[in-house]
Antibody, heavy 116, light 111 residues
Framework: QVQLVQSGAEVKKPGASVKVSCKAS????????IHWVRQAPGQGLEWMGWINPNSGDTNYAQKFQDWVTMTRDTSISTAYMELSRLGSDDTAVYYC?????????WGQGTLVTVSS | QSALTQPASVSGSPGQSITISCTGTSSDVGGHNYVSWYRQYPGKAPKLMIYDVTKRPSGVSNRFFGSKSGNTASLTISGLQAEDEADYYCSSYTSGSTSRVFGGGTKLTVL
């Protein structure tokens, strides 16, 4: 069965970076885009961007263009999302999700807490 | 790119039907048939309920129905059950730079 398993919770200081992983199984990793979506406490879903695991091409939401980097390692079927220059408003649950025009499978989420 | 507009909350009694709207623009909802809907329980990851405006993934109840008119998409849930109480989000492909956009979410309360 399709599974996306994300790395564990992180606590970071303001100004630091965080890298979240998303390991895929149960399907051909290179065959579907991986998107990253975040959800601040008590807030809605916010789309951050996608990576095409086959080509490595990325497309970031304009808001995140200068401080998010999405990569992948096809040898271990894992996608990564790195966010730099963290601020307190980056405290959120970060999800990876599979799909192109819709998101049919989601990771369990990774809580990133930014606190001094 | 602004989020799609959803009502903050809707409610209904068991057995009734409710509809959640999702309003966008001609660059997203109105310009493509790529609207999807997600259900999210507290503390859980979202789950796909409707894709391509009207299609249901395997395993999703036929009580869930998606539609679209102009720049507004809708999710109708019939025969409300207690388990339907959750947050619901719409999403659309957008030809703008954002590429994908979500609605602000709607909290469904089953009275």
């Amino acid at each position: 069965q399709v599974q996306l398993v994300q790395s564990g919770a992180e606590v970071k200081k303001p100004g630091a970076s965080v890298k979240v992983s998303c390991k895929a199984s149960g399907y051909i990793f290179s065959g579907s885009y991986i998107h990253w979506v975040r959800q601040a406490p008590g807030q809605g879903l916010e789309w951050m961007g996608w990576i095409n695991p086959n080509s490595g091409d990325t497309n970031y939401a304009q808001k995140f263009q200068d401080w998010v980097t999405m990569t992948r390692d096809t040898s271990i079927s894992t996608a990564y999302m790195e966010l730099s220059r963290l601020g307190s408003d980056d405290t959120a649950v970060y999800y990876c999700a599979r799909g192109q025009l819709f998101f049919d499978y989601w990771g369990q989420g990774t809580l990133v807490t930014v606190s001094s | 790119q602004s989020a799609l507009t959803q009502p903050a909350s809707v409610s209904g009694s068991p057995g009734q039907s409710i509809t959640i709207s999702c309003t966008g623009t001609s660059s997203d909802v109105g310009g493509h048939n790529y609207v999807s809907w997600y259900r999210q329980y507290p503390g859980k990851a979202p789950k796909l309920m409707i894709y391509d405006v009207t299609k249901r993934p395997s395993g999703v109840s036929n009580r869930f129905f998606g539609s679209k008119s102009g720049n507004t998409a809708s999710l109708t849930i019939s025969g409300l059950q207690a388990e339907d109480e959750a947050d619901y989000y719409c999403s659309s492909y957008t030809s703008g730079s954002t590429s994908r956009v979500f609605g602000g979410g709607t909290k469904l309360t089953v009275l």
